[in-house]
């Protein structure tokens, strides 16, 4: 693939033929709605970045710094600025940590002292899901000022197709916001692709190219998209004469395109530009002044009747109740959802949360707490009582006192869910005594495998066929969450074992029988199967 390439081959003469340029720093600004899945597309490029020295700069709205924590937590903050509080586009200390975090970095790129000097070859800037991007693309494109040789390559606006198309669906307007980011974008991202349909595809691709019929759109899942896409790289084939020292010249080397901006759209210059001779405003410079003009005065979360709610508590969640919570009980007119969770029955694990859209529910394992544990919510919305959603929240908090009744009653609903289970050759149940790891006592633990229907070890179908069993329960799960049902993970770490191994999860005792939510976990998973194991041709004894 292209972005695989590897920016070091040949790279003496390629800093040799450009040592007299004025270094200039590209940037990719990614802005889309709340939810849509910047956070998501940005950590895919710089766990893909390869070689490639990419910075980021990551904006997110509210009193927690919830996608810069994530991004820190994945260890790819080395070169991560994080911008808390407000949006960068109209709060001038959050707009002047931007401007301030570029010159230096552009500063640091032209130091000739080898201490300091740290060249970055592309900065990826994630603005809050409310922000306007019109204003920030202007300072982006001054020519005077700290942001001069900060080049802006391309706009990209990430759009979550599912939301989208619901909104269509119901004839519901488009955010203002929404609106504004699609109108400013160079390259429009519709995420989510896995939960909508060839025909509803289409659909949303005729009405963004209806919007902006000059953009670039591409679609995909989990923001999983080549670099090359959305990042103005470019390719250039070593010749072998042009080898220095060990380096070998035979493959292609990858780095920013030294010409620049190959995917932006040809626009009126801004005012800003005191070199500009012209003297007419582009339509998108208009509109952006009267953007900046409408939130700076209501507020961007305002402009879409838009409200936020931050919860926390030192305390533990219960996990049952919290599963009833999202399957039932979710404020109407939730749009965003995200935060660090920490449950009662494994209270020394973290838990990212994130529901996004309409069906995009994440529960990811985070590691172990190495503070004292604790929990946060932000929920974004319209119309949302902030007292009674708080309310709610804590009522899901546990009471173990009063929990403990609770377990001998489970305890025959447990035995008929392993029953289930195991009748279904494709699963395997965890049996309590068979690990060391402390489990919940409401809890029911499963994995799909197939290695009993196949009649061979897990181990044996990894190592014959490669099979990915973490991967293959973790897009398990991510199907049936996609159906409102939090059916959660957890990970298991058996110091003969190696890789801690994914186990899916779910507490009883609560609102929801497992019972109920099995027909859809049986088609989840034989579209997992399908998804892992249908190249294989493997012959199995169940009924997938």
Known sequence: MLFESNLYNSY?????????????????????????????????ALRNKMNLKIAS?????????????????????????????????????????????????????????????????YLIMETSGVTDPTQIIEMLEMRFGKLTRARLDAVVTVVDMDHLLADLDAGRPSSAVAEKQLLSADIVVLNKEDLVTAEQKEIALKYVQSLNPEAQVHTCSYGQLPLHCFMDLCVTPAQASEAVSHEKGDQPRLHASPTGGKFRKTLSK?????????????????????AANLTNALGHLEVDNLNSVTFQSKRFFNLAKFQDFIALHLPEGLVRMKGVLTFQEESTKRVVFNLSGRRRLGFEMDGVWTCPASSYLVLVGRGINEQEILSQLEGLLSAAVAEESL???????????????????????????????????????????????????VDQLHLRYGLNFNAMNHLCMNLVNSHGILLSCTEIDE??????????????????????M??????CSTETMRQHTGHLNLACNCSC
């Open 12 to 44: 003496e003469v390629y800093k040799l033929q450009n040592s007299n340029k004025q270094y200039i720093l590209p940037v990719t600004l990614i802005t889309g709605f709340l939810g849509s899945g910047k956070t998501t597309l940005v950590k895919h």
């Open 57 to 121: 700069i990551v904006n997110d709205y509210g009193e927690i710094d919830h996608d810069g924590g994530v991004i820190e937590k994945a260890g790819l903050d080395k070169e991560c600025v994080k911008l808390t509080g407000d949006c960068m586009c109209c709060c001038k200390n959050l707009s002047d940590g931007m401007r301030d975090s570029v010159w230096e970095m552009l500063q640091a790129s032209n130091s000739e002292e080898p201490e300091v000097h740290d060249q970055m070859d």
């Open 270 to 290: 801004t005012s800003l530009d005191p070199t500009s001779s012209d003297t007419t405003q582009g339509s998108l410079e208009a509109d952006s002044i009267g």
């Open 407 to 457: 377990l001998e009653e489970v305890q025959e609903e447990c035995e008929q869910v392993k029953a289930l289970l195991r009748a279904d050759l494709r699963f395997d149940v965890l049996d309590p005594a068979c690990t060391t790891a402390q489990l919940a006592n409401n809890a029911i633990y499963f994995r799909l495998t197939a290695a009993r229907a196949m009649k061979m070890s």
């Open 495 to 516: 110091e003969t074992q190696g890789t801690p191994q994914l186990w899916l999860r779910f507490a009883l005792g609560g609102e929801q029988s497992f019972q109920h």
């Open 518 to 523: 099995w027909n859809i976990l049986e088609e």
